[in-house]
């Protein structure tokens, strides 16, 4: 497995485990409001993450240089990210939904 390969392994782990541990803490809110102040540091804290690890991918294809890295492994990477924050916040999106609806099943 080559240097780049292991670090999107990594950063997909890294993004997963972001995401349970979301997904906990949504399981825990109080009321919708919790929800949204939850999920709203989330999204801030996964755009943040996503940023550093294109900038960590990048800046470690640059200088792994001869290392047999060429422009389809950063295509590849960069498509990478861009699917991980897709499905992040499509994933957060359906249980903002989830939990909205659980929320206004509880009040009726």
């Not at 997963?16 to 939850?38: E, G, P, T, W, Y």
């Not at 800046?59 to 861009?82: C, E, K, M, P, Y």
């Amino acid at each position: 497995m080559t240097e780049v390969a292991k670090q999107a392994l990594a950063i997909t782990e890294a993004n997963l485990k972001a995401s349970f541990d979301h997904a906990r803490k949504l399981m825990q809110a109080r009321d919708i409001n919790d929800v949204m102040q939850l999920h709203s540091e989330f999204l801030r804290s996964q755009y943040a993450s996503v940023t550093d690890q294109f900038k960590q991918m990048t800046s470690g294809t640059i200088s792994a240089g001869n290392d047999a890295v060429n422009t389809h492994d950063l295509t590849f990477l960069r498509w990478l990210n861009i699917l991980i924050l897709r499905n992040t916040i499509q994933e957060n999106e359906d249980i903002r939904n989830e939990v909205t609806l659980s929320c206004q099943a509880k009040s009726l």
